[in-house]
């Protein structure tokens, strides 16, 4: 019992405070039933990962991306694009968007990361830009400004769920993720 309370205190603060939110995000789809909340706590949790990733690129890496929507953007429309004009399910997307937006990172970084200060920053946010308009521009395929209509089918295969609580464990998985690779 003393070895282990030991451990414990060996743990930093930092990670026994990281964990109890995991739990209390874990747990709280158990209490809370209000759609509205459970949204909130989704978002909160997806806004922490998105967070989190920045915080790899500019707090670990010492490079200011102001164009992180942009990979968000690109991977949200490579999730909805395959469904709507192939029929392919929400994961096949998902692996698609991710796959893209991964390796156009890759190579916005390689060609980006000799610059310093903020001419990197001006080169992420003109990524972001230049998506901007191609994708609020080329309304055939994106709709423009309205945006993709995707049909919802319900079902975790879409990744189409009728109540909230499902989303909140998917961006808990996603922030764990993202939690895991910082701490990597």
């Known amino acids: 019992m003393k070895m282990a309370l030991t451990r414990y205190r060996q743990l930093p603060i930092d990670y026994a405070v990281a964990v109890a939110l995991f739990i209390v995000a874990a747990l709280a789809p158990v209490i809370i039933r209000d759609n509205y909340f459970l949204d909130t706590i989704a978002l909160i949790l997806l806004w922490g990962a998105m967070a989190g990733a920045w915080n ?5 890496a010492g490079q200011v991306s102001l164009g992180h929507a942009a990979f968000f953007g690109l991977g949200a429309y490579l999730v909805a694009l395959p469904q709507i004009y192939w029929g392919w399910s929400a994961w096949a997307g998902l692996v698609l968007g991710a796959g893209v937006s991964a390796v156009t990172g890759l190579v916005v970084g390689y060609l980006s990361n000799r610059l310093r200060g903020p001419y990197f920053a001006l080169g992420t946010i003109a990524l972001s830009q230049v998506l901007l308009i191609v994708f609020s521009r080329w309304r055939e395929v994106t709709k423009g400004g309205e945006g993709v209509p995707i049909p919802f089918r ?13 989303w909140v464990y998917v961006m808990l998985v996603y922030l764990l993720v993202v939690f895991a690779v910082s701490l990597y």
């Open 56 to 60: 790899i690129a500019g707090g670990y």
């Open 154 to 166: 319900p079902g975790f295969e879409n990744l189409a769920f009728v109540g909230k609580t499902p």
